[in-house]
């Protein structure tokens, strides 16, 4: 059975760590390891993943905050399974995840995948469709990949491929279009496979702060500036898309 590596950073979270790291101690695929990177934490959620005393968690304390795209490179460093995973400290795992991802990539030799999931909003469940595939053109235009839905095939990837970009905001889209330029394809689950709270993240709900984010990464990109005003305008309408369905 291939190891899965489960990378979760970690920053002040002992309000729902305990769930976070369930979710994955849960999984119906039981052969992985949990690399929880705590970014410089001042709560007690260092204990509360200590208290779980299952050797398959390994808990690195970084001794500055540094955030958590560089927290996540930490934990592909250390990162030994052959199928590499996210998991942000206040989402959460349908128990079946990893088992149905790992057969996904198996059956199809994928390198790249990714699944619906569901927002959390005021008790409320919601579903974010996913597109069935993307490639780079596809992805300059549509932000679907959510992070803690993502699996990684590092039998043919290398961790080079996947460390996250040095930008101030937006690093894990940065990092899905850095791998899908070099001609990959991610190809998605349409079913509901990780749970995300939208209340926690204020940042990722601040609609103004989310535009100049997205604008900022399309000035990386060696694109012409008329295409890049063209994928924005497409990655506008499908937000507005995704948020009306709903």
């Known amino acids: 059975m291939k190891k899965v590596s489960v990378i979760i950073p970690m920053h002040n979270s002992s309000k729902h ?8 101690l849960n999984q119906t695929y039981e052969n992985l390891e949990i690399i929880v990177v705590d970014d410089k934490s001042s709560d007690n959620c260092v204990e509360i993943v200590e208290a779980k005393k299952d050797s398959r968690i390994k808990i690195i304390k970084l001794s500055e905050n540094v955030g958590a795209a560089k ?3 930490v934990g592909i460093q250390e990162a030994s399974g ?7 400290s206040d989402d959460y795992w349908d128990k079946e995840k990893l088992y149905k991802q790992i057969d996904f990539i198996d059956q199809n030799n994928y390198f790249f995948i990714y699944s619906e ?3 959390l909003k005021n008790n409320k469940i919601k579903i974010a ?4 595939w993307m490639n780079y053109e596809k992805a300059l235009k549509n932000t679907a990949i959510f992070t803690s839905t993502v699996m990684f095939n590092m039998n043919y990837l290398k961790k080079e491929d996947i460390y996250m970009p040095n ?3 937006g690093q894990d889209t940065a990092t899905w279009w850095q791998i899908l330029k070099k001609g990959i394809t991610a190809y998605g689950i349409n079913e509901v496979l ?8 204020s940042l ?3 609609k103004i702060k989310a535009l100049k984010r997205t604008w900022n990464l399309y000035k990386r990109e060696d694109i012409k500036f008329l295409k890049k005003i063209y994928c924005f305008n497409c990655y506008i309408f499908n937000a507005i898309k995704r948020r009306l369905s709903l």
Do not use: M, Q, T, W
Not at 17 to 24: G, L, P, T, Y
Not at 82 to 88: K, M, R, V
Not at 194 to 201: D, I, L, P
């Open 117 to 119: 999931y569901a927002y």
């Open 71 to 73: 927290a996540r490179n």
């Open 194 to 201: 990780a749970f995300y709270r939208v209340g926690e993240k």
């Open 129 to 132: 469709h996913v597109p069935k």
């Open 82 to 88: 052959e199928y590499i995973c996210f998991l942000d």
């Open 204 to 206: 990722s709900s601040n």
């Open 17 to 24: 760590i305990d769930e976070c790291i369930s979710s994955v």
């Open 167 to 169: 930008v101030k905001r």
